[in-house]
């Protein structure tokens, strides 16, 4: 049997005339950019994670970038990240010109360790950024306190986790702003490149727009030095079209994980933690082996596509050397990147096919 890592297919087919629909209802407008449909989904999209303000940006770096450049974040600044996440989210930082200081994650969800943090702070941190990763919400309420005491931003990287809650509420909503990818793969993809910006100030919103607008707030008039980055009309018409469907879809990768955590079952695998009160959306299904590229091949030789997320960490990548953060500093980081392997997690994959990938792995070296 074959299972791919990820396919589209399944739901291309069964959102075929939406985004057939999307297509013809922009090319017919001939509108490109700034138009009726960014102006439609960012409303929709807004009111889905319950904010007040949406700003479409073109892909989810930017999105993090923007935002914490609207929050006056520059040069000689430090961003707290986790050392665990991709690496979008330490350049959205780096691009500011600030320095991302990197904390380690708790080892079972993969995400930021809140008792970490407040080690990292210093005189020169101005903001946290949480990644909700791989779909997994932060523990966003020891953050947000810790954000408070002492009188630091949040910007949370929502960029694998659209729809999913802590505590009941959408994540994207708890921190002064947060960025979105849309990019093909992502829960809530577009047909290329985009991401958006959330946040509840009006202030916020409009300096993020005028950033990804040229710095303009008019045309011709430009109050700040700012970038190219925004949503097109297609991408929007595409987003709105799939928006309505995203609850339905999340459920359904609901059930897959909670398939494959009922059903593998052998002592080389260690299954992702969910945390009291959060309910992930299970943009990757992650789990952890001391012999991971032997089961990885095991796997693949067997028809079933895995992957692996992140399996150099950032403070070892070659462009951030200049931070002189030396192997065996994040060793936390560093295990995940040598034992963590992505298992097939796709809106359409079928149970048969599900039950295949977990009949494998309890034969793994049983």
């Known amino acids: 049997m074959k299972v791919p890592f990820v396919s589209f297919l399944p739901m291309e087919h069964e959102l075929d005339k939406e985004l057939r629909g999307a297509f013809n209802r922009v090319y017919e407008r001939s509108w490109y950019i700034e138009g009726r449909e960014d102006d439609s989904f960012e409303k929709a999209f807004a009111d889905y994670c319950n904010v007040n303000y949406c700003v479409g940006t073109g892909n989810g770096l930017d999105a993090l970038m923007l935002a914490l450049k609207a929050l006056d974040i520059h040069e000689g600044d430090e961003v707290i990240v986790p050392s665990n996440t991709f690496i979008a989210t330490a350049l959205a930082v780096t691009y500011t010109g600030a320095t991302p200081v990197f904390v380690e994650p708790d080892i079972r969800t993969f995400n930021i360790d809140p008792l970490k943090i407040e080690g990292k702070i210093t005189e020169k941190t101005k903001a946290i950024m949480p990644v909700h990763l791989y779909g997994q919400p932060c523990d966003m309420d020891p953050i947000m306190e810790i954000a ?202 079928s149970d048969e096919q599900v039950n295949y990938v977990i009949e494998l792995i309890n034969k793994f070296d049983a």
């Open 148 to 349: 408070r005491k002492n009188h630091l931003y949040v910007v949370e990287d929502c960029a694998q986790a659209h729809g999913a809650t802590y505590k009941g509420k959408r994540i994207g909503s708890f921190g002064d702003a947060a960025g979105f990818s849309f990019y093909p793969g992502k829960n809530l993809g577009a047909l290329g490149d985009a991401g958006a910006s959330i946040t509840n100030s009006k202030e916020l919103a409009d300096k993020i727009r005028a950033l990804g607008n040229y710095g303009s707030d008019y045309k011709y008039h430009h109050i700040y030095q700012g970038n190219n980055s925004r949503l097109d009309e297609m991408q929007a018409a595409f987003l709105a079209a799939k928006l309505p469907h995203l609850d339905m879809m999340n459920n359904e990768r609901r059930r897959i994980a909670q398939m494959y955590l009922e059903g593998i079952h052998n002592k080389n695998v260690v299954l992702p933690y969910v945390i009291p009160e959060a309910d992930p959306v299970w943009h990757i299904f992650a789990i952890r082996c001391k012999r991971r590229d032997e089961l990885e091949k095991y796997l693949n030789d067997n028809g079933v596509g895995t992957n692996k997320h992140y399996p150099i960490p950032m403070h070892l990548q070659k462009c951030y050397e200049d931070l002189g953060i030396q192997k065996g500093e994040l060793p936390i980081a560093e295990e995940i990147s040598a034992t963590e392997l992505s298992l097939p997690m796709f809106y359409g994959i």
